[in-house]
């Protein structure tokens, strides 16, 4: 039997045909590479978005291999019904990592309502025992799970995600000090806002920090306690009243000032000499015959005697 014929006399395939052949079934491995779990669909043990997240990381460590190899990493890593889902796919529909991913999303992906999901994060709150970390991250993940469903929904997500957290935040006393803070320009994204609060956690939890008190708000009442979902434009306010109050006794300080120096200035003798002249006493008008009249004793006009 020559080579290349087999048994019936027909010829074996080349080794580079199949090799493409069985490329499909093939999870490529590479030096250094962690071992990624294939997911089967929805019978699957695992999540797909945690399958998609390893996966994903693994594709971002290699840049260089062309997008077909990309594509065969993604299906190797692929088994049951998910893979016979992709592997059915014409070519070209299967080209490039994005457009399996994107078949994959419609069929495993999360299928929450947007307008679930956004309600979702605009009420997500610290809840009682949470630590700022826990909460921190309990947001992030809500906007991310939301960002991913419609990369739009926000025209400036980075500060979505930092006043929803300010916000959330359970401590009262934390949270209208960021928010004076982001009103000064001192806290503009999400990551100062959270490394704000961990630093004032942490030493609350050493008793270092005290939280800011204004005397002209408070006077002497106790601190309230914390409301989690207390609103958040009344605090505002208040806060905004505090500062128009020093604001006031600053103008009131400078009107005083002015007004004074004003009043020494109208006593001044030389100035009431060129204001005020002196004028000659004892002399009045008559408003009918315009005539000019003098004090008792003073020679004037008199009427003439009646015909």
């Given at each position: 039997?020559?080579?290349?014929?087999?048994?019936?006399?027909?010829?074996?395939?080349?080794?580079?045909?199949a090799q493409q052949g069985n490329m499909i079934g093939m999870s490529p491995y590479f030096i250094g590479s962690p071992w990624v779990p294939r997911f089967k669909g929805a019978d699957s043990g695992s999540s797909y978005g945690e399958w998609k997240a390893q996966v994903k990381f693994m594709l971002s460590s290699m840049p260089s291999r062309s997008n077909a190899q990309q594509s065969d990493f993604i299906i190797g890593a692929l088994d049951g019904e998910a893979r016979r889902e992709v592997v059915i796919l014409a070519a070209e529909q299967r080209s490039t990592p994005a457009l399996i991913f994107k078949y994959l999303n419609g069929l495993y992906g999360d299928n929450t309502p947007i307008a679930h999901m956004r309600g979702m994060f605009f009420d997500c709150r610290q809840r009682p025992g949470e630590s700022v970390r826990a909460f921190s991250l309990r947001c992030r993940e809500l906007f991310q799970r939301l960002k991913d469903r419609d990369p739009d929904v926000f025209s400036e997500a980075g500060q979505v995600l930092r006043d929803q957290f300010t916000?959330?935040?359970?401590?009262?006393?934390?949270?209208?000090?960021l928010n004076r803070m982001i009103?000064?320009?001192?806290?503009?994204?999400?990551?100062?806002?959270?490394?704000?609060?961990?630093?004032?956690?942490?030493?609350?939890?050493?008793n270092i920090w005290q939280p800011p008190t204004c005397a002209?708000?408070?006077?002497?009442?106790?601190?309230?306690?914390?409301?989690?979902?207390?609103?958040?434009?009344?605090?505002?306010?208040?806060?905004?009243l505090s500062e128009m109050r020093v604001q006031m006794k600053e103008m009131q300080r400078a009107l005083r000032e002015e007004l004074q120096s004003s009043s020494s200035h109208s006593r001044d003798p030389a100035l009431q000499t060129q204001h005020y002249?002196?004028?000659?006493?004892?002399?009045?008008?008559?408003?009918?015959?315009?005539?000019?009249?003098?004090?008792s004793?003073?020679?004037?006009?008199?009427?003439a005697p009646r015909q």
């Open positions: 039997m020559q080579n290349g014929e087999d048994a019936d006399g027909g010829h074996e395939p080349p080794v580079e045909q916000m959330g935040l359970q401590d009262t006393e934390l949270r209208r000090e009103r000064r320009n001192e806290v503009t994204t999400f990551e100062q806002a959270r490394q704000e609060a961990l630093h004032v956690e942490g030493d609350r939890q050493s002209a708000v408070r006077g002497g009442e106790p601190p309230r306690t914390a409301d989690p979902r207390s609103d958040w434009k009344t605090e505002l306010k208040t806060e905004l002249p002196q004028t000659t006493s004892g002399r009045t008008r008559d408003p009918q015959t315009g005539d000019g009249g003098g004090s004793g003073a020679c004037g006009h008199l009427p």
